[in-house]
């Protein structure tokens, strides 16, 4: 096996029910996707993200990854992980890629320790098992309902209550990564085949993101422990990762700003690098109300000094860009008022943003994104300056790395301007 390469391969859809934009959705100032390239990366040889979202596929390569575009009959809510693991091994070896271990690894594990995956890798090459996963140990008393809705115990004897320590531990699958060897996988096309081993983890790091209350909570853990990849709780002994009392609160002060790939700033007239700008419009550039006549026509609110900040940033030669869900022709009036390009009636911003920054030759880590509401979160995910509007959704407020003082339509625009333009002062 010394001649074939340690892949790790993440399966990164862009679409998805429970959290939208999950994949790119921030922890610890970090989309999860570039999370999960980053632990994986010392443990293997190769780290590849199979997906067919274009946002996705911009920031794993940023994030060091190999991309394999996955067809649309793989992409969608039936398709299993393991269709996208056999997938991406039919375009490695189609490219001469020889793979002998596989670690299949999901992003929506924020906290994924890559001591783990490297150890869940050597039990393999090793020769120890032909599969392992990783688990946390639980001494919980499991129950099920059975047809008639009454409790019925599953892993004790209901009339015998023994202490834990006199108890044997079970297992609960995290999720976060598995490992197996490649031929074996394609035989079998299933994670768990052969003899298969298990990697435990601390219950601190088995956070798997499927709603946006668990998005929350992996949020405010890494906040708490300093944005630390794989460790999910403060540095002070006795936290439970379970108890909302225990977790450090994050500042929703407007003028906040958290955590970033780049750092943080410390106030809220701190400059902002960013090379470009995108933004929304309604809510951003407007007030998010509009008046409509008897015709059905409607109007917006906007501000003269949000048009005198653009007019610098095009002066400086800041590249800009209005993206927008609304078909509204006011926003292509409004755009062409500004002198900025836009693109409006657009459903998946996210794609649209990573496809406009290609064709530029602007790193996404170089923009900075204005929003103000749930569709912005896709997009905020993708750049190296997620922003918010002062009076944004507080969805939007917690993706944000930088939140700012001014409402949108009434001087959000002009204060992004300014705090650009001021790194070039």
């Known amino acids: 096996?010394?001649?074939?390469?340690?892949?790790?391969i993440i399966p990164a859809r862009g679409g998805s029910k429970g959290v939208s934009g999950k994949n790119l959705r921030r922890v610890g100032g970090v989309p999860l996707v570039e999370r999960a390239v980053q632990a994986s990366a010392s443990a293997v040889d190769l780290v590849v993200v199979s997906t067919e979202d274009a946002a996705i596929a911009a920031v794993a390569r940023d994030a060091g990854a190999r991309v394999v575009d996955r067809p649309a009959e793989l992409s969608g809510d039936e398709a299993t992980s393991e269709s996208a693991l056999l997938h991406a091994l039919d375009v490695l070896e189609g490219d001469g890629v020889p793979v002998g271990t596989v670690a299949f690894v999901q992003a929506t594990s924020p906290f994924i320790p890559a001591e783990g995956i490297a150890e869940a890798v050597a039990l393999i090459e090793g020769g120890t098992y032909d599969s392992v996963f990783s688990a946390c140990e639980t001494y919980g008393f499991l129950w099920r309902r059975d047809a008639g809705g009454a409790a019925a115990a599953i892993n004790h004897d209901a009339a015998h209550r023994p202490r834990r320590q006199d108890r044997e531990p079970h297992y609960l699958e995290t999720g976060a990564f598995y490992a197996f060897d490649a031929t074996?996988?394609?035989?079998?096309?299933?994670?768990?085949?052969?003899?298969?081993?298990?990697?435990?983890?601390p219950e601190r790091m088995a956070i798997e993101i499927d709603?946006?209350?668990q998005l929350a909570l992996a949020e405010a853990l890494a906040a708490a422990s300093g944005s630390r990849q794989d460790l999910g709780v403060p540095r002070h002994s006795g936290?439970?990762?379970?108890?909302?009392?225990?977790?450090?609160?994050?500042?929703?002060?407007?003028?906040a700003v958290r955590p970033?790939?780049?750092g943080s700033a410390a106030s809220g007239t701190t400059p902002i690098p960013a090379?470009?700008?995108?933004?929304?419009?309604?809510?951003?550039?407007?007030?998010?109300s509009a008046t409509v006549d008897e015709h059905g026509n409607e109007s917006v609110r906007v501000s003269r000094e949000d048009g005198m900040?653009?007019?610098?940033?095009?002066?400086?030669?800041?590249?800009?860009?209005?993206?927008?869900t609304e078909q509204n022709p006011v926003v292509a009036r409004r755009a062409e008022k500004l002198q900025i390009p836009v693109l409006h009636g657009v459903d998946d911003k996210a794609s649209a943003l990573a496809a406009w920054a290609a064709e530029r030759g602007?790193?996404?880590?170089?923009?900075?994104y204005v929003g103000n509401d749930v569709n912005d979160l896709g997009p905020l995910g993708v750049v190296g300056w997620p922003v918010a509007v002062a009076n944004a959704h507080p969805q939007v407020k917690a993706a944000a790395r930088v939140v700012l003082n001014r409402r949108g339509g009434d001087g959000a625009v002009r204060e992004i301007a300014e705090r650009m333009l001021a790194v070039q002062a």
């Open 1 to 8: 096996m010394n001649d074939r390469l340690t892949v790790a």
């Open 184 to 201: 074996g996988f394609r035989r079998f096309r299933h994670r768990f085949f052969g003899l298969v081993g298990i990697v435990t983890v």
């Open 211 to 213: 709603d946006e209350d």
């Open 239 to 255: 936290c439970d990762p379970t108890d909302p009392s225990e977790i450090l609160q994050i500042s929703e002060a407007p003028d």
């Open 260 to 262: 970033g790939r780049a």
């Open 275 to 288: 090379l470009a700008l995108v933004t929304d419009f309604d809510g951003v550039h407007t007030d998010d």
């Open 309 to 324: 900040g653009v007019a610098r940033l095009r002066r400086a030669g800041i590249p800009m860009l209005i993206l927008s």
């Open 362 to 368: 602007i790193r996404l880590e170089d923009i900075a």
